[in-house]
């Protein structure tokens, strides 16, 4: 089972001291100014609107959204108002605490009216809510769904490399990654396909599931996650039997949930029946795959 | 397609350790809850709260309040697992399906307490392995040999009832042979001070659907339900249908003209190909609060001609966030299993609303149950369970 891809929408920005302003992107992008919303969820009204303006997104479509670390600034000022300057969480902020707040702002921006859902993953944040929306399509469950992850930074940035242990000059970026999937439809132009999503608890069963996927070296390209140790993805690749590689992590900055920008970068660059498999991994050396055509 | 069956619980909230306990505590009647201490910026705040019955008091240092949170996880994962028969392999292949709103923001309140005694510039969340939500779910994986995928779910009220709809669609997607679905919910002040702000607590018990509700308590919950493709036994309970829908009326409140709420649970009876009249009884979310009440009960009068007997469980539990999808699953499941609908008695009828909750415990057939559940963010989440043939 898979599911077609028919729109890609990204926003990738390199982490400027202070940061660039959000507010004229989203109104650019959505055509409202959407007030009293943090980095995290412009930032998903950003990518989920480039990737709605790409395509014309059905009422019917289910927002699937993830993150690796979730809305920090908006958790930080609540902490930091309550505990260091006892105040209480303010009504609306403490309402944007719960991580789905951003799938109400894109599904009521871009006026959907399906299911949504908010999930987390440490390391594969984008992985895991793609193989769950890719389960509901195949399933009926949701006609179409609006796949997406954000990861956003907090200020001040020497601040937020503390949090999330990179040093001092290490390279920042926040990303928003973007796919509208659905079943086949003869009326609707795609972009590709999304072949499988796994997960595996260990190397031989993530290898043991490649063999059956019958690559062919010659159209199919090897991409790295973010969280694959690079002598590991040199070695699944050669065991996988791929040669070609392909880089969509040159000059990023950090940030957690870079995945989708394999798939939609892949999708945009590459010839018609290419494919690409992606893998990453978690700190248990657990595994997980996505397999995508042209 | 394989079908996928509740195997293994392990349930532990304000009423007690385990279903037996907590059906024990149900027939004593009402007691008031409990106070939980929010301690901030030198403060210390009282707020009436069900806590976990049996378990340590919060409210420690931040190593404190991590065991509190391991112990709690331990026994009642451990308790589900176990009564699954997992074996050491089954379990490394099961997927984790985390539900909760507030994850472990508790051990991190305590830690930057205590940071910011130490340094008055500390900053939130530092220091720690790693800042993420999704760290969580990766102890419990490695605390239990749980090498499966892990999906955290944040959707406010609906988290661990999402957790399970999904956890069901992979089982029965032939991706897992097993999924193990955790809903859990511990004191942290920025949730109670959160919800004091928004003025929707109540100073006493919670009276749902009564026309003297005042709003809600808090509470806490840790339950967990293994998944597997093979009943335990005869009429094992098992997810026949349900549906999720986005709500964008109001990020705090379901549309109150009942809308949304009755396109929901059209949504989950089409999903279990059941009409209305199939439904045996119905659990309410039942908040208490003007607004859910209001939205919930106009959505159920627009889908049921002829209510079914509905029962809310908050005030036993009270509202225990992203923990209440599971925990009150498990709850009406355990009481169901014995013949019963679980009463609460001293409601008194709101006209304008025209829901009764049953007033006492009530016999209850086998057939086809509906838990509702709404959180903040517009998300609405119905559920339909079974346990006939």
């Known amino acids: 089972m898979s599911a077609q891809v028919y729109a890609s929408g990204e926003c990738h920005l390199p982490t400027t001291d202070p940061p660039l302003d959000l507010k004229p992107l989203v109104k650019e992008t959505t055509g409202e100014a959407v007030r009293r919303i943090g980095r995290f969820i412009q930032l998903a009204l950003i990518g989920a609107g480039r990737c709605a303006k790409a395509a014309a997104v059905p009422p019917d479509t289910a927002v699937y959204f993830a993150s690796g670390r979730g809305d920090f600034e908006t958790t930080v000022e609540v902490m930091a108002t309550l505990f260091r300057d006892g105040g209480a969480p303010k009504p609306l902020s403490f309402v944007n605490t719960v991580s789905n707040a951003a799938c109400y702002y894109v599904a009521r921006t871009l006026k959907l009216q399906s299911r949504s859902n908010f999930v987390c993953n440490r390391n594969l944040a984008f992985e895991s809510v793609l193989q769950l929306a890719l389960v509901e399509v195949e399933s009926g469950a949701a006609a179409s769904a609006l796949v997406g992850s954000v990861d956003a930074v907090t200020m001040p940035l020497a601040e937020h490399r503390r949090r999330v242990h990179l040093p001092a000059d290490a390279p920042l970026a926040e990303g928003s990654h973007w796919l509208w999937i659905g079943p086949a439809r003869d009326d609707r132009p795609r972009l590709g396909e999304v072949l499988a999503v796994e997960q595996f608890s260990d190397a031989a069963s993530l290898l043991a599931w490649i063999a059956t996927q019958q690559l062919d070296a010659g159209n199919c390209a090897f991409s790295a996650g973010q969280f694959l140790d690079a002598d590991a993805a040199q070695g699944l690749r050669t065991q996988a039997g791929l040669t070609q590689v392909f880089d969509y992590r040159a000059g990023r900055g950090h940030y957690s949930s870079q995945s989708g920008a394999a798939i939609a970068e892949f999708l945009a660059s590459a010839p018609p029946g290419a494919r690409l498999l992606h893998v990453n991994a978690d700190p248990a050396d657990c595994f997980s795959a996505m397999l995508v055509s042209r | ?389």
């Open chain 2, 1 to 389: 397609m394989p079908g996928c069956y509740f195997i293994g619980a392990g349930l532990h909230t304000a009423l007690g350790r385990g279903t037996a306990e907590n059906l024990a505590t149900l027939q004593g009647g009402f007691t008031a809850p409990s106070m939980a201490l929010a301690h901030y910026a030198g403060r210390t705040q009282a707020l009436p709260y069900r806590t976990l019955r049996d378990a340590a008091p919060s409210g420690s240092d931040s190593a404190g309040e991590l065991s509190r949170l391991d112990a709690v996880l331990d026994y009642t994962l451990g308790t589900a697992l176990e009564q699954a028969g997992l074996t050491p392999a089954e379990r490394a292949r099961t997927g984790l399906f985390l539900g909760t709103s507030a994850f472990d923001i508790g051990v991190s309140e305590a830690e930057y307490r205590e940071q910011l005694q130490a340094h008055p510039t500390a900053i939130p969340l530092d220091r720690q392995p790693s800042a993420s939500l999704g760290q969580f779910a990766l102890r419990m994986r490695s605390r239990h040999g749980i090498r499966g995928p892990d999906f955290s779910f944040n959707t406010a009220c609906t988290a661990s009832a999402n957790a399970l709809m999904h956890a069901d669609a992979m089982v029965r997607s032939g991706r897992l042979a097993h999924a193990v679905v955790v809903g859990v919910e511990t004191f942290n002040a920025i949730t109670a001070l959160g919800f004091q702000g928004l003025q929707l607590l109540s100073p006493d018990n919670m009276k749902p659907f009564d026309r003297n509700r005042n709003g809600l308590v808090l509470g806490e919950a840790c339950a967990a339900l293994v998944l597997g493709t093979q009943p335990r036994r005869a009429g094992s309970f098992f997810l026949r249908g349900s549906a999720n829908l986005c709500d964008t009326h109001s990020m705090s409140a379901a549309n109150p003209d009942g809308s949304t709420v009755s396109l929901v649970i059209r949504r989950a009876l089409q999903s279990a190909s059941l009409a209305p009249r199939d439904i045996t009884a119905l659990k309410a979310h039942g908040t208490a609060s003007l607004l859910n009440d209001e939205a919930e009960a106009a959505g159920m009068r627009q889908v049921f001609d002829i209510m079914p007997p509905v029962c809310a469980l908050k005030p036993w539990l009270g509202h225990t966030l992203g923990a209440c999808g599971l925990n009150e699953l498990l709850l009406f499941c355990a009481a169901a299993e014995q013949g019963l609908l679980i009463g609460t008695p001293g409601i008194a009828l709101d006209s304008d609303l025209g829901v009764q909750l049953n007033q006492g415990p009530t016999p209850l057939p086998t057939g086809n149950f509906m838990l509702n559940f709404f959180g903040f963010g517009g998300n609405n989440t119905s559920l339909i369970v079974a346990n006939a043939a």
